[in-house]
């Protein structure tokens, strides 16, 4: 549809960015794998067989 493109505002630098309702942050999580349960890698990495 043709109009005016939407602007985003600036952020001043002590206001946090707010997330979409619904949604989380995956920010300090840690990536477990599904195939042996161990942290730090995931089940396309994982060299360890069940």
């Known amino acids: ?3 005016r493109p939407k ?3 600036r952020m ?3 206001e946090q960015k707010k997330l979409k309702p619904g949604h ?3 920010k300090g999580l ?3 794998c599904t ?3 161990q942290h ?4 396309r990495s994982c060299t ?3």
Request: proline share 4%.
């Open 35 to 37: 195939q042996c349960g």
């Open 24 to 26: 989380l942050s995956r």
């Open 30 to 32: 840690l990536m477990t």
């Open 12 to 14: 001043a630098k002590d």
């Open 1 to 3: 549809m043709p109009r």
């Open 48 to 50: 360890n067989s069940k």
């Open 7 to 9: 602007m985003n505002r």
């Open 40 to 43: 730090g890698h995931n089940k």
